[in-house]
C-alpha cells in the first residue's frame, strides 16, 4: 500500500466515523470516534477468532501507520501549539506555582506510586515485571494527555480559573514525563546508571532548553507576523512554527512538546495582540481549530485502529484493569499534595482536588510512549496496561466528567453559601 492509498484510508475511516458519530451517537467527537474505532476493531478480533474473517492485511495496514512516530514527530507539534494559541497567559501567570508544582512534584510522585503498585499487581496476576520496567509504566502513564484534556475540557462546565490550571498543567508536565521516562527506561534496560549530574543535565537541555527554543520560535515569528497583513502568509508562517520548528528541535534535541506549547502562547498572547489585525486573528483562529479538530478525529481513531496489533492475554488484561484504581489514586495524591502545599489554591478553586483527579485524563501520548518501548519480556504486558488505562480515560472520565463536574461545583456552593436562620418564634 503506497503512502497516498494508507493516508486516504484513515481519512476515509476518520471522515465515515464522524458522521455516524454525529448523525447517532451526539457523543463529543473525540470519546465517541474513538468507541467506535474501538468498537469495530474489537468486533474484527471476535470475528477473526471464529476464523471468519482474516485480518493479515489489516494487521499490515495499522502496523505501517507506525502510531508512536506518526503522533510523537508529526501530529503532536501542532495539537499543542493549537492547545496553547488560546490559553491567557496572564491567567497563567496568576497560577504558576499551582501548575508548576502539579507538573514536577505530581508526575513524579504519580510515577513512584504507579510504579510501586503496578510490580505488585503484576505479580498478584502471574506475570512479574521489574520493579524498574513498573517505574517506566508509572512514568509514562502519569503526565495527563494536552490533547485529550483539550478537547474535553472545552465542552464541560468547568470554571474558567481552573480550566486554566488543568490545561496548563497538562501543555507542560510532557516535559518532565518524558524526561523521566527516558531516564528510567535507560535504567531499565541497562543503557543508564542512576546519575543526579545525568538527570539534571538532561531535565535542563531537554525541558529548559525546549522552553528557550520555544521563546526564540514565538519572538521571531511575532516578529515577521508583525512585518506583514496577508492571512495566507500568516498561517504559512504558523504551519512553518510547527513544521519545521518541531523538526528542528529534534535535530537539536530539545523538548519539541514544550518548544510548542512556548511558542503558542507567545503567538496567542502578544501576537495576537500586537501583530495580528482583526480579519487575520479570525482566520487564524478558524485555521487552527479546524486543524486541531481534524487531528484529534484522525489520532482518535487511530487510538481506536491500534487495538488490532495489541496482543492481550487474560493475565494482562487483569492487570491493566487493577492498574485503572491505583492511576486513579496516583492522580489524588499528584493534585493534592500541590493543593496542599498552596492553601490559596486551595481556596480559590472549591471541589478542586476531585474535578482534577477526574478530568485528568491519560491519552495517546502514553500509548505513543509505550509502543515506543523496546523489544522486552515485559512490552507486551506494559502495552496492555497502558492501553486498558487509556480506554478507561477516554471513555469512562471523558463521558462523565461534565456531570461529576457539576455535581462537586453544586456540592460546593452548597456547602460556601450562608445558611438561613430559622424564623424567631416567641
Known amino acids: 500500500m503506497t503512502p497516498f492509498e494508507?493516508?486516504?484510508?484513515?481519512?476515509?475511516?476518520?471522515?465515515?466515523?464522524?458522521?455516524?458519530?454525529?448523525?447517532?451517537?451526539?457523543?463529543?467527537?473525540t470519546i465517541g470516534l474513538m468507541a467506535l474505532a474501538l468498537s469495530g476493531s474489537l468486533l474484527l478480533l471476535g470475528l477473526e477468532r471464529a476464523n471468519i474473517v482474516d485480518l493479515a492485511r489489516l494487521t499490515a495496514l495499522v502496523h505501517a501507520v507506525d502510531f508512536d512516530t506518526t503522533l510523537l514527530n508529526g501530529m503532536l507539534g501542532?495539537?499543542?501549539?493549537?492547545?496553547?494559541?488560546?490559553?491567557?497567559?496572564?491567567?497563567?501567570?496568576?497560577?504558576?506555582?499551582?501548575?508548576?508544582?502539579?507538573?514536577?512534584?505530581?508526575?513524579?510522585?504519580?510515577?513512584?506510586?504507579?510504579?510501586v503498585g503496578s510490580?505488585?499487581?503484576?505479580?498478584?496476576?502471574?506475570?512479574?515485571?521489574?520493579?524498574?520496567?513498573?517505574?517506566?509504566?508509572?512514568?509514562?502513564?502519569?503526565?495527563?494527555?494536552?490533547?485529550?484534556?483539550?478537547?474535553?475540557?472545552?465542552?464541560?462546565?468547568?470554571?474558567?480559573?481552573?480550566?486554566?490550571?488543568?490545561?496548563?498543567?497538562?501543555?507542560?508536565?510532557?516535559?518532565?514525563?518524558?524526561?523521566?521516562?527516558?531516564?528510567?527506561?535507560g535504567v531499565a534496560s541497562g543503557s543508564?546508571?542512576?546519575?543526579?549530574?545525568?538527570?539534571?543535565?538532561?531535565?535542563?537541555?531537554?525541558?529548559?532548553?525546549?522552553?528557550?527554543?520555544?521563546?526564540a520560535l514565538g519572538w521571531l515569528t511575532n516578529r515577521m507576523l508583525a512585518k506583514v497583513d496577508a492571512y495566507e502568509v500568516e498561517i504559512l508562517l504558523t504551519l512553518a512554527l510547527t513544521t519545521g520548528g518541531y523538526a528542528l528541535s529534534n535535530r537539536l534535541h530539545v523538548s519539541g512538546p514544550l518548544a510548542m506549547v512556548v511558542a503558542g502562547?507567545?503567538?496567542?498572547?502578544?501576537?495576537?495582540?500586537?501583530?495580528?489585525?482583526?480579519?487575520?486573528?479570525?482566520?487564524?483562529?478558524?485555521?487552527?481549530?479546524?486543524?486541531?479538530?481534524?487531528?484529534?478525529?484522525?489520532?482518535?481513531?487511530?487510538?481506536g485502529v491500534e487495538v488490532i496489533v495489541i496482543q492481550f492475554s487474560g493475565a494482562s488484561l487483569g492487570a491493566g484493569l487493577l492498574a485503572i484504581p491505583l492511576v486513579l489514586f496516583a492522580r489524588v495524591s499528584a493534585s493534592g499534595v500541590p493543593l496542599a502545599l498552596l492553601p490559596e489554591a486551595r481556596r480559590s478553586h472549591p471541589g478542586a482536588l476531585p474535578i482534577l483527579t477526574w478530568a485528568g485524563l491519560r491519552g495517546g501520548i502514553s500509548v505513543a510512549l509505550a509502543l515506543s518501548l523496546p523489544a522486552s519480556n515485559h512490552r507486551t504486558t506494559l502495552i496492555t496496561m497502558t492501553y486498558v488505562v487509556v480506554c478507561f480515560s477516554i471513555l469512562v472520565q471523558g463521558v462523565s466528567v461534565g456531570a461529576v463536574v457539576k455535581r462537586v461545583l453544586s456540592k460546593a456552593a452548597a456547602a460556601s453559601a450562608p445558611s438561613t436562620p430559622s424564623a424567631f418564634t416567641p
Open 6 to 29: 494508507l493516508l486516504a484510508t484513515v481519512l476515509s475511516l476518520t471522515a465515515i466515523f464522524s458522521w455516524i458519530n454525529h448523525r447517532w451517537l451526539r457523543l463529543p467527537p
Open 78 to 115: 501542532a495539537l499543542l501549539f493549537a492547545g496553547s494559541l488560546h490559553v491567557d497567559v496572564a491567567e497563567l501567570r496568576a497560577q504558576w506555582m499551582l501548575v508548576g508544582l502539579m507538573s514536577t512534584l505530581g508526575v513524579l510522585l504519580s510515577t513512584l506510586i504507579v510504579g
Open 192 to 215: 543508564a546508571r542512576v546519575d543526579i549530574g545525568h538527570v539534571a543535565q538532561l531535565f535542563a537541555v531537554d525541558a529548559v532548553g525546549g522552553c528557550l527554543y520555544g521563546a
Open 119 to 185: 510490580w505488585w499487581i503484576t505479580s498478584f496476576v502471574g506475570i512479574p515485571v521489574p520493579f524498574a520496567w513498573c517505574l517506566v509504566f508509572g512514568a509514562l502513564i502519569s503526565p495527563t494527555d494536552p490533547i485529550a484534556v483539550g478537547a474535553i475540557l472545552k465542552s464541560v462546565g468547568v470554571p474558567k480559573r481552573l480550566e486554566v490550571a488543568i490545561t496548563g498543567e497538562s501543555l507542560f508536565n510532557d516535559g518532565v514525563g518524558v524526561v523521566v521516562f527516558l531516564v528510567l527506561l
Open 265 to 303: 502562547l507567545m503567538v496567542g498572547n502578544h501576537g495576537r495582540a500586537y501583530a495580528l489585525s482583526a480579519q487575520s486573528r479570525a482566520r487564524l483562529d478558524e485555521f487552527w481549530e479546524l486543524v486541531d479538530a481534524f487531528l484529534n478525529a484522525t489520532l482518535f481513531v487511530l487510538m
